[in-house]
């Protein structure tokens, strides 16, 4: 049998830093699960900038496409500011994004018991919370044309066009059931029915979806603005939710920080399933590449860790591994350790990126 493959991009500043211990953990799952990866390791950002003068390689992309699915840590950084904005290193991410296709963006949000000081929200409305935003990412409002900046009479106008096709719709809904049916079965679609046509067609995709194809998957619209409210008032109703590009981004960024710092939160990207049964899928941390704390020991590598446990659940079909992996963190930030970013107002001693790695080994057992 061939082994699952991973391609493994650590890019700049704490993204290499963060890597160093997700590699520890998946030689902890080699050596005492028998969990074999065939693992490569490229360039991406500004660490491709500098080889090779662009900020992803053909052949980087080349081996994207093939392999089960991606890990990377982040890129950017201060000396790549002035570049010309084709060789910037985000361009590399976002040229990763756009040719392997990936329309789904999955960023859970969820509360670790320790941590639930950090929300701005009271600690019994975000103790336990554990929900899931799927937020299209290659259509809506920022590809849509016409865009842009015109002149009329004598004044500007600006414009940006919100476009949804069926199978656009289609696509990622039936993305959101099947996570649906993989947690708690729940699915809240979000979108603007009332006062746009793009969400009138994706409201009724959605429940076309969910009546021929997934009729045991509980299903509910909400308007996102009332969506919005929602997350902040009760967050735990929710399971699953569906949302489009834009409100995605809002509704994502704004659900995330209700469990406390950027260094906890892992992402994945999906896109079509390939012919081995497993989606097109990158996996990272969202935060970026800290120029600010990178080299000094100071980084969380949480996300990155949680980044890859989402990789061992949804493209390794390895559930029981990624909940003991989540459990070892999970053990970690309740035996009181933290890094400095999760310091609270009482203080401590912070321990070191590489301390977090070996604490959350020792917890998987
Ligand atoms: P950032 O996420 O890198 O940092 C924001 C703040 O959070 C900083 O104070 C940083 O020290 C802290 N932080 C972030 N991750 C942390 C971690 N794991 N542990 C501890 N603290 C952490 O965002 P920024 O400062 O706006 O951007 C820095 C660079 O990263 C820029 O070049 C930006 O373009 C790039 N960026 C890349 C990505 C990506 O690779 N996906 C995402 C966002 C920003």
């Not at 982040?74 to 990936?102: H, N």
């Not at 446990?309 to 989540?326: H, I, N, P, Q, T």
């Not at 310091?343 to 998987?364: F, R």
């Amino acid at each position: 049998m061939t082994k699952p493959s991973l391609l493994i991009l650590p890019g700049d500043g704490i993204g290499p830093e963060v890597m160093v211990q997700v590699r520890k953990i998946i030689s902890w799952f080699g050596n005492y699960k028998g969990l074999d990866f065939d693992i490569s390791e490229d360039l991406v950002g500004g660490a491709a900038y500098d080889a090779h003068g662009i900020p992803l390689h053909d052949e980087t992309m080349a081996k994207a496409q093939e392999v089960d699915a991606v890990l990377l840590g982040a890129v950017g950084g201060p000396k790549y500011d002035t570049l010309d904005f084709s060789l910037k290193p985000e361009r590399g991410l976002l040229r990763l994004r756009k040719e392997m296709d990936l329309f789904a963006n999955l960023r859970p949000a969820q509360c670790f018991d320790a941590l639930a000081d950090f929300s701005s929200l009271k600690k019994n409305v975000v103790s336990g919370l554990d929900i899931m935003i799927v937020r299209e990412s290659t259509s809506g409002v920022y590809f849509g044309e016409p865009r842009g900046i015109f002149e009329e009479g004598n004044e500007r106008f600006g414009i940006n066009t919100q476009r949804y096709t069926e199978s656009e719709i289609d696509r990622v809904a039936r993305n959101a059931f099947e996570l649906a049916r993989r947690r708690n079965n729940k699915v809240c679609s979000m979108e603007k029915a009332n006062v746009m046509e793009s969400g009138v067609l994706w409201r009724e995709i959605v429940q076309k979806v969910h009546d021929e194809d997934y009729p045991d998957v509980e299903l509910s619209h909400m308007y996102a603005d009332a969506g919005a409210m929602q997350l902040c008032r009760w967050p735990k109703q929710f399971d699953v939710i569906v949302t489009d590009n834009l409100f995605g981004d809002l509704l994502s960024d704004a659900a995330a920080m209700l469990t406390g710092s950027l260094g906890m939160l892992p992402s994945a990207t999906l896109g079509h399933v390939m012919a081995n049964g497993r989606p097109k899928a990158m996996y990272e941390p969202v935060h970026g590449s800290a120029p600010d704390i990178a080299g000094q020991g100071k980084a969380n590598p949480i996300a990155c860790i949680l980044s890859f446990a989402m990789a061992l659940r949804y493209s390794f079909d390895c559930g029981a591994e990624a909940d003991l992996l989540e459990g070892a963190v999970q053990k970690v930030l309740a035996s009181g350790m933290r890094t400095a970013d999760l310091m609270g107002p009482e203080g401590g001693i912070p321990i070191s990126t590489s301390d977090m790695g070996d604490a959350i080994i020792a917890a998987l057992g």
